[in-house]
């Protein structure tokens, strides 16, 4: 019996798709855990809007314990702006207002509105 010759194209085929299929999974899991890190940021952000509805703002303790949280979770550069610092009165709106960077950079704002209930 004749050897018959092998193709190294065929090869080179499936390592290229191979390839490919890691780099796409690895992105869709960079990606999945930015989402991840984001639905913490919201979970945390609805946590705090709750306690600032009973207390009417976002007090000196809170606003620490927040950022520790949201450091615990990934937040980089984290900022406050817009939010809520001086006592509102029953009724008047009350805002939660996060800006930070997760992962590799991604900037985001979580922004919650509510009204004070104390």
């Known amino acids: 019996m004749k050897r018959e010759g092998g193709n190294i194209g065929e090869l080179m085929i499936s390592g290229i798709c191979l390839l490919a299929m890691t ?3 690895l992105a869709y899991l960079d990606s999945a ?3 991840h ?3 913490q940021v919201s979970q945390i952000a609805r946590k705090y809007i709750l306690r600032m509805e009973t207390v009417g703002m ?3 303790s809170d606003r620490a314990a927040l950022g520790n949280e949201l ?3 990934g937040v980089t550069e984290l900022r406050f702006d817009g939010t809520t610092v001086l006592q509102v009165d029953y009724g008047e709106a009350i805002v939660l207002q996060i800006q930070g960077k997760l992962g590799n950079g991604y900037e ?3 922004k919650r509105v509510s009204t004070a209930k104390h």
């Open 23 to 25: 780099v796409v999974m």
């Open 33 to 35: 855990g930015l989402i």
């Open 37 to 39: 890190q984001k639905t």
């Open 58 to 60: 976002l007090t000196e």
């Open 71 to 73: 450091e615990a979770v």
């Open 108 to 110: 985001f704002t979580e």
